[in-house]
């Protein structure tokens, strides 16, 4: 009855594209960006990944930022485990939810209270829907190139003109459900200013990366987060740290610890969280203030729910990885770690004559073929996609497994060791003197 085939990825692919749309479940991970065949996983293991022709990969992918401890980490397993056997899920409340709540409020200042949900969409979607809420304002505003998950508002680009009201990014989307969507140029503080002068009272929220990792890895500069706390304050609108790459990754306290450290006083009046805080299994959540937070239901007029919100499984997944990623030191050895990655990169990259600039912060990272680092979406577009491609290739055929276009950010995990940074940045040599 079985047909005996040597498993292939080539396969698995044309199998799954029978009767998956793309043969993927988010289109990301199809290749599509560089070309060639998706790898289909076995198995993963500390720092590294199996596919399923037995290949293995130094992984800087980790699920797209959650397996910040790398794979099978035994205090996570053995938690996971553990709540598995106590039961799948209740719908009912139980007293873990509320202590991974209380770990995130006693390591995030800004948030008092915070509500857990299923993904980083709903998460965002939430927080949207609570300022609107909250401010009684229908406007909000957001910048191109940061990603929010793909509630239907979101899913928008810039308008022609300046400071104007955008297009959908998607179809199915109609134009009506965009049009108190703003979306503004990363780091343009005359943008910026412009639009709280004409559309300020009207601002429920501006929601932000504020190190957006999904156009690879670009930071809000210092004025400029400055001067967005300042505007938001004075016209009354939230502030939304949409955390959910950023969070647990770059910093124990998240970006907004970085920006607090150089702006004094600095908090974001809202943020969402996701990826990291489920430690690889489905969980996220949005939180801010008590008062803003009592807006929602069961207390207050905004509505929000979840069958599934606070899953057991997912909540002991969560919190055995923040007690990791909370030990005292774990922070720095990821960022001395990431950052020596970097710097062989762009190291690599001079020695073959290769301009590339790259940054990274706590365990978070991005490259460019480029002579100067990005500051917007239209700047990394620019950069050298043909030459991040084959580059792409070039390292995928040596064992690394790097994010599958020039618009991600990539991760480095605590299971990652010396050996295998070293082995990295001796592929990317290899790869750019190809
Ligand atoms: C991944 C991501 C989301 C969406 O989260 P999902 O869990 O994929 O829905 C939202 N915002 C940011 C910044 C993200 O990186």
Redesign the pocket.
Known sequence: MSIDTTPSNEAAFARAQRVTPGGVN?PVRAFRAVGGTPRFIRRAQGPFIWDIEGQRYIDYIGS??PMILGHGHPAVLEAVTRAARDGLSFGAPTEAETELVEAIVALVPSIEQLRLV???????MSALRLARGATGRSTIVKFEG?????ADALLVKAGSGLATFGHPTSAGVPAEVVQHTLVLEYNNLAQLDETFARHGRDIACVII?PI???MNFVRAGVAFMARLRELCTQHGALLVF?????GFRVALGGAQSVYAGLIPGFRPDMS?F??VIGGGM?L?AFGGTSEVMSQLAPLGPVYQAGTLSGNPVATACGLATLREVARPGFFEALAAKTRRLIEGLVVAGQDAGVPIVGDSEGGMFGFFFASELPQNYGAVMATDKERFNRFFHAMLARGIYLAPALYE?GFVSAAHGEAQIDATIEAARAALQE
């Open positions: 988010s797209w930022g299923s993904s980083g969409t709903e998460a965002a940061c990603y929010h998950g793909h990366e957006a990792g999904n949409d955390e959910v790459m950023t969402v996701g990826k489905p996220a950010a």
